[in-house]
């Protein structure tokens, strides 16, 4: 989809992973892509025919060995942020209930953190604003 301005609307879903200590799973992005050595959520861009929840499911299978269900994921809140060649999209959901130990499949580092230690972390302009939201859930 293209903004009258010509740019793309790039939906992309995101989870906050929480674990039972109450810390969020963050990813460094690899060398080699947009954003590289930034901290992130971990999701992905939504696929043509996809909702954000099969997107999540997938994507967490696929970035970290994951495994989750649509109703183990809550929404939480979004962002919406201008980049110069595309406006993002991006709905952020909870998840407390997954199976599996998260490994960094493609190449990227994890880590568990605090919400109100994750301002420690460089993160995209998309993604630090919703930590506001995590440190008033958590």
């Known amino acids: 989809m293209l903004k009258p301005d010509g ?6 879903a995101a989870c906050a992973l929480i674990d039972a200590d109450g810390r ?3 990813a460094q992005r690899p060398q080699g892509k947009q954003l590289a050595g930034l901290w992130e959520f971990p999701g992905g861009k939504v696929e043509p025919g996809e909702t954000p929840e099969e997107c999540l499911i997938r994507e ?5 060995g994951i495994e989750t269900k649509v109703a183990c994921l809550a929404p939480l809140t979004f962002a919406s942020h201008s980049y110069d060649d595309f406006h993002l999209l991006m709905p952020l959901y909870v998840c407390r209930r997954f199976e599996g130990i998260a490994m960094p499949l493609e190449g990227q580092k994890l880590k568990w953190v605090r ?7 460089p993160m995209p302009p998309a993604d630090a604003p919703l930590i506001p ?3 008033d859930l958590l």
């Open 7 to 12: 740019r793309r609307l790039v939906l992309v």
């Open 24 to 26: 969020v799973l963050i």
């Open 60 to 64: 967490l299978r696929e970035e970290i």
């Open 115 to 121: 919400p109100r230690q994750m301002r420690d972390y």
């Open 133 to 135: 939201a995590l440190i």
